[in-house]
C-alpha cells in the first residue's frame, strides 16, 4: 500500500501548522524556531424556537436597567440557570451574552406591515435574518429566505487557506435555510456524517466523475485501507523522535480518527468509512458532528463549520406523546402566551436543556483536543443562537452564548447583560426599549477571525419605532 506522506500528515495535521511537533525540528531549528499561533477558528451551533427566560437568564434582577455582569468561573452548578446548567463544566469557557436583539429581522416585521413583502412570519424572518442581518428576499407565492451572503459564508472566504475547503454547513432542516452563498442561494448542508467525512477527507467525488462512486471508492479501498492502519505505521516511525508532550499530542489526534472511524462501523471490515460509501452509521448524530469539526478543525481542514441540531422528540424531553411541540408547548411556554401554561413552559425548559447538552457535548469534543498552550475550543469561538428567543416569537431578549476564546480575542468566564438601550424598530403594541442589535456580535465574530477593517455585516443602519436612525456600525462592547 503505498500513500503519499506528505499529503497523509498534511489531511491529519501532523504537516499543518495547526499540529505542531517542535520535537520533529533539528536542534537548532528548536532553539530558534518559535510554535506558529493555532489558526482561529468559527463555529455556529443552531437550534430551533427559543427559550424560556426564567430558566436561562441569570441576570441581576435588581440592575436590568444598567449594565453588568457576573463572573461564571466562581458559580457552583447550583447557581447556573436550569437549562444552563450542563454548560457549568464550561464555564471558564463561556460567554454568555444576555438582552441582544435581532433588530433587523423586526425591522422587515415593520417594512411588512407598510406593504413592502407579505411573509411577516417570525420564524422565516428569523431563519432569513439569523446570519444574513439584511433585508430578506420576500418570494412571490411563497416564503421569505435570506437576502444576501450569511455571516459564515463572508469569513470563510476571507480566512480561507487555498487548496483547503471554505467552509461547511452540518445537520438538519429547520424549514428554512440559515446559511446562505448569496440572496436566495442556501449554500449546501450535508445531514450525512459518513458523507461528511469523507467529504473532508477528500475522499468524494467531483465534477464529471461524480456519478462513479461505488467504482472509485473500491479503488481507493484496494489502495489504502483504514486511514488509521496507515497511520499506525507512521506514528511508529516518527514516536521515538518525539517528545513526551508531542508523543501524547498525536497519540490523542489518532485516537480521534480512530474514534470516528470506530463510530462509522470502520475499521478492519471493508477497509473503514474513510473508503466505503455504503457504511451504516449508528448512534448520536451529535457526537459524530462534533467530531468531524473537530477533526477538520484540527487538521485545518476548514475554519469555519455550522451545525444546524436535529429536532428533538417529545421523548428526548420527556414530553407526552400527544403534544405538539410547536403548537402545544413553544406557542404556551412565556406568560404573555394567550394559552400559557406552566406546564408547557416546564416541557419548554426541558426541550432547551436537552439542547444546552449537545452544545456542551460539542464544546467539550473541541476542548479535549490539545493545541498550543491550551485546546482547540480555546482558537475557536462555538456560538449557539437560536432564529427565535422564545417560543412565543420574541425576537428581543435574545440569549447567546460563546463557547472559547477564539484565540484569546474573547474574555470568557462571564454572563454579560446589556441594558436597553434603543427603541425597538418596530412593535405592534407601545414601543420599548431593548438591547443592543445582534448585528454588532457578527461585527465582533469578524474581528476575532482577523477581518478588523469591517464595520457592519449586512445592513448598516435601520430605524426605530418613531423614524430615528439606529446604527449596526461597530462591534459588540465589553466581549474583549
Known amino acids: 500500500m503505498k500513500v503519499d506522506r506528505r499529503r497523509f500528515l498534511t489531511a491529519l495535521g501532523v504537516g499543518a501548522g495547526s499540529l505542531y511537533l517542535p520535537s520533529l525540528l533539528g536542534r537548532g531549528a528548536r532553539s530558534a524556531a518559535q ?48 437549562i444552563f446548567q450542563s454548560l457549568h463544566p464550561l464555564r471558564n469557557k463561556l460567554l454568555i451574552l444576555d438582552n441582544l436583539t435581532m433588530a433587523t ?35 412571490s407565492g411563497s416564503t421569505a429566505i435570506g437576502g444576501g451572503r450569511s455571516l459564515d459564508q463572508e469569513i470563510a472566504a476571507a480566512v480561507a487557506v487555498p487548496g483547503r475547503i471554505a467552509s461547511r454547513v452540518y445537520g438538519a432542516n429547520h424549514q428554512h435555510p440559515y446559511n446562505f452563498n448569496a440572496a436566495n442561494e442556501p449554500a449546501s448542508r450535508e445531514s450525512n456524517p459518513s458523507t461528511a467525512f469523507r467529504d473532508i477527507m477528500g475522499l468524494l467525488p467531483s465534477g464529471p466523475s461524480a456519478p462513479t462512486a461505488p467504482t472509485r471508492a473500491d479503488r481507493l479501498r484496494a489502495a489504502r485501507g483504514s486511514v488509521l492502519d496507515f ?68 487538521c485545518d481542514i476548514t475554519r469555519v463549520v455550522s451545525f444546524v441540531a436535529p429536532h428533538l422528540t417529545n421523548a428526548d424531553f420527556g414530553a407526552p406523546g400527544h403534544l405538539n411541540m410547536h403548537q402545544d408547548i413553544a406557542h404556551n411556554s412565556t406568560e404573555d402566551a394567550g394559552g400559557y401554561s406552566s406546564e408547557m413552559a416546564g416541557h419548554m425548559t426541558n426541550y432547551y436543556r436537552a439542547y444546552a447538552a449537545q452544545f456542551a457535548r460539542f464544546c467539550q469534543t473541541l476542548d479535549s483536543v490539545p493545541e498550543g498552550d491550551g ?17 412565543t416569537h420574541w425576537r428581543d431578549r435574545m440569549p447567546r452564548v460563546i463557547a472559547g476564546g477564539a484565540g484569546g480575542y474573547f474574555r470568557p468566564g462571564r454572563y454579560v447583560y446589556y441594558a436597553p438601550t434603543n427603541l425597538t424598530p418596530f412593535s405592534w403594541g407601545p414601543a420599548q426599549r431593548v438591547g443592543p442589535a445582534e448585528s454588532h456580535l457578527h461585527v465582533s465574530l469578524m474581528h476575532a477571525m482577523g477581518l478588523t477593517e469591517r464595520d457592519s455585516f449586512g445592513l448598516a443602519e435601520i430605524e426605530d419605532n418613531a423614524g430615528a436612525t439606529i446604527s449596526l456600525r461597530g462591534p459588540l462592547p465589553r466581549l474583549t
Open 231 to 298: 497511520a499506525a505505521g507512521e506514528f511508529e516511525r516518527v514516536s521515538p523522535r518525539l517528545s513526551g508532550v508531542d508523543r501524547d499530542k498525536l497519540q490523542r489526534h489518532q485516537q480521534l480518527v480512530r474514534d470516528l472511524e470506530i463510530s462509522f462501523g470502520g475499521g478492519a471490515v471493508g477497509g473503514g468509512i474513510s473508503c466505503d460509501p455504503s457504511v451504516t452509521l449508528s448512534g448520536d448524530s451529535v457526537s459524530q458532528f462534533a467530531q468531524l469539526t473537530a477533526l477538520a478543525f484540527s
Open 375 to 391: 485546546t482547540l475550543l480555546d482558537n475557536t469561538a462555538v456560538v449557539w443562537c437560536t432564529e427565535l428567543s422564545t417560543g
Open 35 to 82: 510554535p506558529p499561533a493555532p489558526p482561529k477558528r468559527l463555529a455556529f451551533f443552531i437550534t430551533p424556537h427559543g427559550m424560556v427566560p426564567p430558566t436561562w437568564q441569570m441576570r441581576d434582577p435588581a440592575s436590568l436597567a444598567r449594565d453588568h455582569e457576573i463572573d461564571l468561573r466562581s458559580l457552583a452548578e447550583s447557581d447556573f440557570s436550569r
Open 105 to 139: 429581522s423586526i425591522a422587515e416585521s415593520r417594512r411588512v406591515r407598510n406593504g413592502i413583502g407579505h411573509d411577516g412570519n417570525e420564524h422565516h424572518l428569523g431563519q432569513a435574518h439569523l446570519l444574513t442581518s439584511t433585508w430578506s428576499v420576500q418570494r
